[in-house]
């Protein structure tokens, strides 16, 4: 059975920080890319940072210099560091582990969702 479950998030002031972890088992977790997304109240689900199988990373511009995305494949874990908070942050983050392969000519696809953790900033 496949499981992320994700910790970390709670109540900040504008200019905190925090760290979300998510900790994977059921799947090889080296093999997949790891993404962060969020959802804000009445927003559409977005991407917020992701992490390939080989540590390349990629962010959305509005986190690009506060936000890191890191990996540890001996915990099978991803984590988000989130610095410089900001109100306009505060959304439910999701984690996601992603896996595509291609095996005898047909596509298999793999994606696995976190719980959801709440992340507020205010003052």
């Known amino acids: 059975q496949v499981q992320l479950v994700q910790s970390g998030g709670g109540l900040v002031q504008p200019g905190g920080s925090l760290r979300l972890s998510c900790a994977a088992s059921g799947i090889v977790f080296s093999i997949y890319a790891m993404a962060w997304y969020r959802q804000a109240p009445g927003k559409q689900r977005e991407l917020v940072a992701a992490?390939?199988?080989?540590?390349?990373?990629n962010y959305d511009d509005s986190v690009k210099g506060r936000f890191t995305i890191s990996r540890d494949n001996a915990k099978k874990t991803a984590y988000l560091q989130m610095n410089s908070l900001k109100p306009e942050d505060t959304a439910v983050y999701y984690c996601n582990a992603d896996l595509s392969t291609l095996v005898g000519g047909i596509r298999h696809e793999y994606d696995y969702w976190g719980q959801g953790t709440q992340v507020t900033v205010s003052s």
């Open positions: 992490i390939t199988s080989g540590g390349r990373t």
